[in-house]
């Protein structure tokens, strides 16, 4: 198995008769799944999706693939396909159409339907998208595309086969086998043999599950748990999970429906996911069962249950202001039901686990993954994978969506059914990757930075400036102030010490302030001294003592002005 690369150049220029894959996003970490095909001089892009943010990422909103390898060459771009509607999928599509709004996407019936608000939301233009099913094939430019049926924890998910001149390219997206989905629309099993048996040259499969072994259980376990919790509930229900999962969203509104109560949508993106599907008959709604949150905060506690956004402690979203006591709506109470019915993505823990805990306080009953069958995923376990290997039988080998980790295992799974090791391709994310006469190899890194979203700012803000952020955070801010005459140098004024977020009083630097005023003095002298120098001395002397003194690190900020 290869290793992955350090420290590669920039890709030569692709050679005769090859495909190049660049992943700008989606390995070696779990979200902003990106990749693009470039063959005969032009680009296919596969998904464009969005990272969420960590704690130690903080007032970031969201996380893009970097588009700065790409964006010189738009025009070369013959289309943009979307193997399924979730946000680590879909979450970029609007700030890629920001530099080029006619790129033509093809998808399924609901993950374009997901997609179209978005574009809207940012004043963009919905026009040129093209509807896909599972067994269509199109030609766009040197890709021909067949679409292939797969289940995942959304409807209308596809995997996607490219043939090219330079071989076949497998992109499974998300997916697992369940044999008893709740919409019927099982992964094809037949499709993705047939295409196996006719030569699969790269095999780019989904890796986010590949050490948990065995299967996965199917979504129709979760109906009789969630009929029963829900049956059982005195109280208010609150259940929360994604915003995009209609599966797990049906099976709640079916149990509400079986013990009388109305159900209230409560997040706008909940809102908005769900009013698409019941229109495009993915979600089959009992008449008069859903009603606004106000109409249902008027019915008995027995009768209500809130199906809210928040899954993953999110503190501006739903579940968190209730388990705050800060919703507009909904006022929990001892007694009352809560389903966390959702994973964990990583990074999330503290934020979940910290929910959970003041919905126990304030007396809640709380079922979660970890105590009730609630969840299961919409990943491929390593059963899964290997019944994949099998039914494939690639060439060459490419773990996609995971963390390197996952990757790892992934590629271990691949040799173990019989994939030879030198094929097996560990990429990062930027690390390009040819595929010419049947062998697929490392060729190169393009840049793939993290691109933060800030608010209106795209890309602005960088890792030295959230590296403050942290400080200020955790470590706190002093400020120290001096006025110096500009001629004879002398102190006017100050130093003057301010503290904000530490826990110690501003009278503590009482000790430290007479040997910054000396060192004032030392650095300042008679004709002026440039500013700069003065407040280094000052910082110095500060930042020692603090750091012996008070064991801590805040960022200092000192300001000198002269007269």
Same mark, same amino acid.
């Given at each position: ?20 894959? #660049? ?79 006619? #790129? ?55 995997? #996607? ?66 009929? @029963? ?18 599966? @797990? ?22 809102? @908005? ?30 009768? @209500? ?10 503190? *501006? ?152 952020? *942290? ?93």
């Amino acid at each position: 198995m290869k290793p992955l690369y350090e420290n590669l150049r920039e890709p030569a220029p692709l050679e005769d008769g090859a495909l190049r894959v #660049i992943p700008l996003g989606g390995l070696g970490e779990v979200g902003r799944n990106m990749n693009v095909l470039e063959h005969e001089g032009k680009l296919l892009i596969v998904d464009c999706g969005v990272l969420f943010p960590e704690v130690y990422q903080p007032g970031v909103d969201l996380i893009l693939p970097d588009f700065s390898w790409i964006a010189d060459r738009l025009d070369d771009v013959v289309g943009m396909v979307i193997t399924h509607g979730h946000e680590d999928h879909i979450g970029a599509v609007p700030y890629l159409a920001k530099l080029r709004d006619d #790129i033509p996407i093809y998808g399924s019936d609901l993950t374009l339907a997901f997609i179209e608000p978005k574009l809207r939301e940012h004043r963009l233009p919905a026009g040129d998208m093209h509807i896909v099913k599972s067994g269509d094939r199109l030609q766009l430019g040197p890709f021909e595309l067949e679409f292939v049926q797969v289940t995942h924890s959304i409807p209308d998910a596809l995997a #996607i086969c490219v043939r090219t001149s330079a071989g076949t390219v497998l992109i499974t997206g998300d997916f697992k086998i369940d044999h008893q989905p709740l919409d019927g629309r099982k992964t094809d099993l037949a499709a993705l043999g047939r295409i196996g048996s006719e030569g699969v040259d790269l095999f780019m499969i989904d890796s986010t599950n590949s050490e948990v072994p065995g299967f996965i259980p199917s979504e129709s376990e979760i109906g009789p748990v969630l009929d @029963r919790i829900v049956e059982e509930a005195e109280g208010q229900v609150v259940v929360a999970t994604f915003a995009s999962h209609v599966h @797990r969203v049906q099976q709640v509104m079916n149990a509400a429906a079986k013990a009388g109560r109305h159900v209230a949508l409560v997040g706008r993106s909940m809102e @908005r996911n769900m009013r698409i599907a019941a229109e495009k008959g993915y979600l089959t709604v009992p008449v008069g069962l859903i009603v606004d949150a106000n109409e249902l905060a008027a019915l008995p506690p027995e009768k @209500r249950l809130y199906m809210a956004t928040g899954s993953q402690g999110e503190p *501006r979203a739903a579940l968190a202001r209730m388990s705050a006591g800060s919703h507009k709506f909904v006022n929990l109470e001892a007694g009352d039901t809560v389903v966390v019915a959702a994973s964990l993505i990583p990074g999330n823990e503290t934020d979940v686990n910290r929910v959970i805990n003041e919905l126990t306080q304030l007396g809640a009953k709380v079922f979660h993954r970890g105590n009730a069958k609630v969840h299961v995923s919409g990943h491929a376990c390593q059963g899964e994978l290997l019944t994949f290997y099998n039914l494939v039988q690639p060439k060459n080998v490419m773990p996609i969506h995971g963390e390197l980790r996952h990757l790892v295992k992934n590629g271990q799974l691949a040799v173990s059914t019989g994939v030879p090791a030198s094929r097996v391709v560990l990429a990062d994310g930027g690390v390009t990757v040819d595929l010419k006469d049947g062998q697929a190899r490392i060729s190169g890194q393009v840049p793939c930075e993290l691109v933060f979203v800030d608010g209106k700012s795209i890309g602005e803000i960088s890792e030295e400036e959230l590296e403050i952020r *942290r400080i200020l955070g955790s470590e706190g801010f002093i400020s120290v102030y001096a006025v110096v005459e500009h001629d004879s140098g002398m102190v006017l004024s100050g130093p003057t010490i301010k503290a904000i977020g530490m826990a110690e009083d501003d009278a503590v630097f009482d000790e430290v302030l007479p040997d910054v005023e000396d060192a004032l003095k030392d650095a300042a002298a008679p004709g002026g001294k440039d500013p700069y120098v003065l407040q280094q001395a000052m910082r110095r002397v500060l930042g020692r003592w603090v750091a012996r003194r008070l064991r801590r690190r805040p960022m200092i900020v000192p300001v000198v002005v002269e007269q």
